[in-house]
């Protein structure tokens, strides 16, 4: 351009003002008319020698700190010079003909009066707007050296000191939230009114204990501190125990069991503590009646014994939410009255009035489902070796003396502003009332999606790919030769065995008998005489080629239903995508230190970076969908993903989420059950193309902790 000029300002104590933004909707001119603006008087004119005064700031009007002194010398240096326009102007003001109500061809008439004669008056005539009356020149920065920056000091704007309103119970999620208070995003011991106390309602063999364990199992998946107080096992520890031994073997030093694993079809062997030793070895010397007497309402003895258990038991819970780092407490009991109710709810607020209370009732009037119940109670603590005819008969006695002062949850609750959850026939019709609080809420919208229908769970990783060749993680890379056959021995395996289960589960519906036989202590599905043939086979992927690709042969059968899920993707690994381990360990040494270090809670540095808690996050909706569905599913995912999803259905604590080994070529069957799961594992013989059972197979730590 040829009509360009650099100005610089006549004295170097002279205010700096900022520059008058551009509007959008302003055009400028092309090479042959030249973009147009207009200075006020700050700008001193340019001396008839063609020399001009330094600026007295470092940078150029163009933007070229080499170039901060500048001479006018005619058109033979123009070309040289970047066409200025009003954003590259940041250390003058432009008059008012640079303002958005200027017409442009007025704009245009001042810089050429600026190009033919720089003191003209058309360049004059703008009168220069005062520095008090500029919007512009208030908030100009000083020259002066930068004070230190003093930090806010913490205070109370509020009304009371010290605060004595609770603090926001808002969303908390591990890895997703953090805050001062709680850098992990887990409910800081300072916000108790986002705790949750969870008591459980509802007569015997309704489901009360299905529902806490999966319950558990959930929100600690969800790494919410969460734990189960039995008021059932601690009754039966005082029945054989002093006090002094009722306090000290509590139910709290017990472990609770989350759910009965079958490996390869039999029950898991787990080994007793020391304390369920002793009380087992105690238990048969027992002289305390227990039997449905004992839970008779008219029986003032045994009521006041239980009435004090059931206190103990949620003191033990208290402290547990109070000063023992828990986020939730489940008590686990019938609390069937009103008054048991009105009671535990005084004890809680006494001891600290902020924490939250959520009533849940489990209601069953599937008289088939009940029946199946009740045979289940069977194999419990209180009936185990013992006749099973005569145990049903004292069974529903018992059940009978709690019906006779049961009172269900409804207008008492909802007049006392008290928040409940009524499910029933395990998720069949859930209602609530006056739910307060993200745990309540998530609690509900959990326990909406259970099912009891019979169906098999199938999780494996993808194919190997080219990327797995070589070492690299994270990537989009296809499989090798090796994965495509993996994909093939995958799909012909998969529906071998769904033709099997079919076949099984109709030899069970002929040989079983609803209501069950006296005696039957394994009672089929009540779901079980639905038409299973009616059951369809999902095959979920990611939108990685690789997992896709692993599933092309469940595509081209109509007899499945493909879907690619973005949330089952791979973990990403942000600016370490492409790279191996032994890279990142040679280049990234403080990066692969912290990973190591806690892999739970590491997230990958660079844009898009994941840790495993943002992975759990991603499929919380993923396993409430997989609670839901009443079809077979297969997960064709990814080692991240497959760890996490293992980690909920086997109940695996949080430290072996991120260790758990993961490898190629490993195939595992969850089958869903009343009383817990039935769990499966295969490995592929590649040299067979087909899959073998591993018998007694255990989740393990893997041993190489890069992976």
């Excluded at 407490?329 to 209370?357: C, M, V, W, Y």
């Excluded at 809420?441 to 199938?458: E, K, M």
């Excluded at 799961?677 to 902790?705: M, Q, S």
């Amino acid at each position: 351009m040829n009509n360009q000029r650099r100005a610089s300002i006549t004295t170097s104590n002279a205010a700096i003002p900022r520059t008058i933004p551009t509007p959008p909707e302003q055009t400028f001119a092309t090479d042959s008319e030249p973009r147009v603006t207009s200075f006020d008087d700050t700008l001193a004119p340019v001396p008839s020698n063609g020399t001009h005064a330094s600026p007295p700031t470092p940078t150029s009007l163009n933007g070229n700190d080499d170039n901060a002194v500048a001479s006018h010398q005619g058109k033979q240096n123009h070309k040289t010079l970047a066409p200025p326009t009003l954003h590259s102007l940041p250390h003058v003001s432009l008059g008012p003909a640079a303002h958005p109500s200027a017409h442009p061809s007025s704009l245009a008439s001042a810089l050429r009066a600026l190009d033919n004669d720089p003191t003209s008056a058309a360049f004059c005539e703008f009168p220069a707007p005062s520095s008090n009356d500029s919007p512009y020149t208030k908030s100009i920065s000083s020259t002066a050296p930068a004070s230190p920056r003093i930090p806010p000091v913490r205070q109370n704007s509020g009304s009371q000191t010290p605060r004595v309103r609770p603090h926001a119970t808002t969303l908390s999620i591990p890895g997703m939230t953090r805050s001062q208070v709680s850098p992990d995003g887990k409910i800081a011991d300072r916000d108790v009114a986002a705790k949750l106390v969870i008591i459980m309602v509802g007569l015997p063999a309704r489901g009360k204990s299905y529902i806490t364990k999966k319950l558990r199992r959930y929100l600690a998946w969800q790494q919410h501190n969460t734990k189960i107080f039995n008021v059932g096992k601690r009754r039966r520890i005082h029945a054989v125990s002093s006090p002094t031994k009722h306090r000290k073997e509590s139910s709290m030093d017990m472990p609770m069991q989350a759910a009965t694993i079958l490996v390869n079809g039999s029950q898991a062997t787990i080994p007793e503590s020391p304390a369920q030793k002793e009380s087992a070895e105690d238990q048969d010397d027992s002289s305390m009646d227990q039997s449905a007497k004992f839970f008779d309402p008219n029986n003032e003895q045994a009521s006041k014994i239980r009435e004090e258990i059931a206190i103990d038991t949620l003191n033990e819970l208290l402290d547990y939410l109070i000063s023992g780092g828990g986020s939730v407490g489940i008590l686990d009991a019938t609390n069937s009255t009103i008054a048991r109710r009105q009671k535990l709810f005084d004890h809680i607020k006494a001891r600290e009035p902020k924490l939250g209370i959520l009533f849940i009732e489990s209601v069953c009037k599937n008289p088939d489902l009940l029946e199946a119940n009740m045979r289940l109670k069977l194999s419990g603590p209180d009936y185990k070796d013992k006749d099973p005819v005569k145990s049903l008969a004292d069974f529903k006695e018992r059940v009978k003396a709690y019906e006779s002062a049961y009172v269900p949850l409804g207008d008492y609750e909802e007049d006392h502003e008290m928040q409940y959850i009524k499910m029933t026939d395990v998720g069949k019709k859930l209602t609530h009332y006056g739910l307060g609080g993200f745990l309540s809420s998530g609690i509900a919208h959990y326990l909406s999606s259970f099912n009891l229908s019979p169906r098999q769970i199938w999780l494996t990783r993808h194919g190997q790919s080219v990327d797995n060749q070589s070492g690299k993680i994270g990537g989009n890379s296809e499989l090798t030769d090796r994965g495509h056959y993996y994909s093939l021995a995958l799909y012909r395996f998969i529906t071998q065995k769904r033709q099997e289960w079919l076949v099984e589960q109709k030899n069970k519906i002929a040989q079983s008998s609803f209501p069950p036989l006296p005696g039957d202590q394994s009672p089929p599905y009540p779901d079980l005489n639905r038409e299973l043939d009616e059951k369809n086979f999902c095959v979920w992927t990611s939108m990685l080629t690789r997992s896709i690709q692993t599933a092309q042969h469940f595509e081209a059968d109509e007899d499945y239903d493909v879907k690619n899920w973005e949330m089952l993707n791979e973990l990403n690994a942000g600016k370490f995508e492409g790279l191996s381990y032994e890279e990142i360990a040679r280049d990234h040494t403080d990066e692969y230190r912290k990973r190591r270090m806690d892999k739970l809670q590491y997230v990958y540095p660079g844009v898009g970076g994941e840790g495993y808690l943002q992975i759990i996050s991603r499929l919380r909706d993923m396993v409430r969908e997989m609670e839901r569905i009443k079809d077979h599913v297969l997960i064709v995912g990814h080692r991240s993903i497959c760890r996490v999803l293992m980690a909920y259905f086997m109940d695996l604590t949080r430290d072996d989420i991120a260790d758990l080994d993961m490898p190629l070529g490993m195939l595992y069957a969850i089958e869903p059950k009343p009383y817990g799961i039935e769990f499966h594992a295969y490995k592929y013989n590649e040299a067979k193309g087909w899959f073998d059972e591993v018998p007694g197979y255990k989740p393990t730590r893997t041993v190489d902790r890069s992976a």
